[in-house]
């Protein structure tokens, strides 16, 4: 079983948006995964109420039972667990990333953006965690993303391949309680969900 954290020290960076795109894309794999929401806000539970589907499954944990929840998806041969996690430094944050196997950083092509990012990182090293930052709501074309992922490559830090554009399909999708796999999976915003999921289970 494979455990990703997804988590920014800045509101607003794309966490429960990206989070449930890639459970629901590798739901569509016909592979099992769990979405754990430690999220006061619930982002990640309000999508999953808004749907038909039971899949992917979301959980609300909170974070100091969030290793006994991890527990029991290895016992239910969950293959995926991706932890939402809330926008916060505080000590949640390190016991939210130690579980993972891998740390997701969804980040703006923005200088303030990038400071929360460092932020992160921090948090990851600190875990001992490996981590990957995900170019999100990137402005499709825009030279900020290139300039972006040249400073982030240029310092060292570990970006992915995978860039997430803002398209209406994101949020429209959304709306529905359906993902851009379900709402339009053809499209270009679907192709990049399953690129970065590819990343994420490499």
């Known amino acids: 079983m494979q455990v990703v954290s997804i988590q920014s020290q800045k509101g607003g960076a794309g966490k429960s948006t990206i989070t449930v795109h890639l459970a629901s894309a590798m739901s569509a ?3 099992s995964v769990r979405v754990l929401d430690t999220d006061s806000q619930k982002s990640a539970m309000l999508w999953a109420s808004m749907r038909e ?13 969030l290793r006994a929840a991890i527990d029991k998806a290895r016992t239910d041969g969950i293959e ?22 891998l740390i997701l950083i969804p980040c703006r092509p923005g200088v303030f953006d990038v400071s929360a990012v460092r932020k992160t990182i921090e948090i990851a090293n600190t ?17 900020e993303i290139a300039k972006t992922r040249a400073a982030f490559e240029t310092a060292g830090v570990s970006v992915a391949k995978s860039e997430i554009e803002m398209r209406r399909a994101m949020d429209r999708a959304l709306q529905y309680g359906e993902s851009v ?22």
């Open 29 to 31: 794999r016909g592979r």
């Open 53 to 65: 589907s039971k899949t992917p499954e979301v959980v609300y944990v909170e974070p100091l039972k």
């Open 80 to 101: 995926l667990v991706l932890i939402d996690s809330p926008p916060n430094a505080g000590p949640d944050a390190v016991d939210i990333a130690a579980p993972a196997d």
């Open 127 to 143: 875990a001992n965690k490996p981590y990957l930052v995900v170019l999100s709501s990137c402005p499709p074309r825009a030279p």
């Open 181 to 202: 796999i379900e709402f339009e999976p053809e499209g270009e915003s679907a192709r990049q969900i399953n690129a970065l999921l590819d990343e994420v289970l490499a």
